[in-house]
């Protein structure tokens, strides 16, 4: 399980708390809370009853691209992207996509991840910001996650070295070879997703009418970034049983060691103080959630998930991002410290770009805010307002 599908829990009553610790192992990702409980106060990591969750019209397919050239100049001469979509693709007058939002996941996670009812209940139904009526919503698997090629697939670390660049490429392609679309409507993308939103404003300025980056910066990871990623590529491979990828079962003391970093680096500060105030809550919390995340973790494709970000860096090229863009961080971020002036600095160099900070609260949830899209929603109904093309007039 990567990064972004570790969730914190939220307030809840002494009753349910014990009912939550008793589930954990259980849960891999984070869920909606039930219907009947208040949003604001239910736990990330509980799953909702099934009668709670709505059965979203998914569709899943790959796209195979032939021949792909890495950055690194290594190939593969099959590269299959995995994809989810909803909606329908709908054609203007000239015969071209125009209602296609792609929403890109963050490390660890896939393009399914965003059918959660935490996101997907408040964007996807009728009248809401993506009501699956109006808009084509693709959800791809990137390079190395989910269904799509990764090393884990049988070359090990004789996987082609991919990076973000490769990434977004892939994406590229899928779009515009696989799926026929030239422009988008919205490109929006968590964590990871949020980097390659970026490396898209930048890389294809025309291409989307709007980018909503969501939890990160548009700089190098350095710094404590890079402390963490390095920490937890180090702990896997200091494992001896990690072979040089070459194990023939899971090295466990390497992941555990990047489980903890995933879960420390993925922390709520207040979340986890309200509904784990005791040593004990939280004790059984850590040694719960890391067993239950061991099960969802392959060494080599971890390495690579996280490795992928070292060639990132948008930040010289920031001018070159046109598209209407609206970048929401949270104040309880880890990854993404309040504290770093890095937004006021690169937000006017962006000429149509708007930055929102959430605050925190004992209801946010860390790095994985970006997930929970109640708190932004607006945010997104505020962009897609300010980036709609007016209708060609008729001559």
């Known amino acids: 399980m990567g990064l972004d599908q570790l969730g914190f829990a939220a307030k809840a009553s002494h009753k349910s708390r014990m009912s939550l ?14 219907a ?53 693709p709908h054609r203007n007058a ?3 996509i125009d209602n296609a939002v792609m929403v890109l996941h963050g490390t660890g996670g896939t393009g399914k991840q965003f059918l959660q009812p935490q996101f997907a209940d408040e964007l996807y139904g009728p009248g809401q910001p993506l009501d699956i009526n109006r808009y084509w919503i693709i959800l791809p ?3 190395g996650h989910g269904g799509s090629s990764k090393p884990s697939d049988g070359m090990r670390m004789r996987f082609p070295r991919y990076d973000y660049a490769d990434m977004v490429r892939a994406q590229h392609l899928l779009l515009t070879k696989g799926l026929g679309v030239r422009r988008m409507r919205l490109i929006m993308g968590t964590s990871m997703g949020c980097m390659h939103s970026f490396l898209w404003g930048e890389t294809w300025p025309d291409f989307a009418h709007a980018l909503m980056p969501l ?23 200091a494992d001896p049983a990690w072979a040089g990828g070459e194990y023939k079962t899971q090295p466990l003391h390497g992941l555990r060691t990047a489980a903890s970093m995933l ?3 993925g922390a709520a500060p207040l979340n986890l103080q309200e509904v784990y105030p ?5 004790t059984r919390y850590a040694r719960q959630r890391i067993t239950a995340s061991l099960k969802g973790l392959d060494a080599n494709d971890l390495i690579y998930q996280v490795e992928a970000s070292r060639t990132y860096n948008p930040w010289p090229k920031l001018e070159s991002i046109k598209a209407p863009l609206t970048w929401v961080n949270s104040a309880d971020d880890f990854i993404n410290p309040r504290n770093l002036n890095i937004p006021q600095r690169a937000i006017i160099r962006m000429p149509n770009a708007r930055f929102r900070l959430i605050p925190e609260t004992d209801e946010t949830r860390g790095h994985g805010t970006h997930t929970w899209a109640r708190f932004w929603k607006s945010d997104l109904t505020d962009l897609l307002k300010r980036s709609e093309r007016p209708a060609r007039v008729q001559r």
Not at 21 to 34: D, F, G, R, T, V
Not at 220 to 229: K, Q
Request: hydrophobic share 45%.
């Open 94 to 96: 000239e015969g071209e």
């Open 141 to 143: 698997d990137n390079i």
């Open 263 to 265: 879960l420390v680096a």
């Open 278 to 282: 005791t040593r004990e809550a939280a």
């Open 36 to 88: 009947k409980a208040p949003i604001a106060k239910a736990p990330i990591a509980m799953p909702a009853p099934a009668a709670t969750q709505t059965r979203w019209p998914a569709r899943e397919a790959d796209f195979l691209i032939r021949d792909f050239r890495f950055g690194t100049g290594e190939r593969l001469s099959n590269l299959r992207t995995h994809y989810t979509t909803l909606g329908s």
């Open 215 to 237: 939890a990160c910066e548009p700089i190098e990871i350095a710094g404590l970034n890079r402390v963490w990623r390095q920490l937890l590529i180090d702990g896997i491979k």
């Open 21 to 34: 610790l008793l589930q954990i192992l259980a849960a891999i990702s984070p869920q909606a809370p039930s």
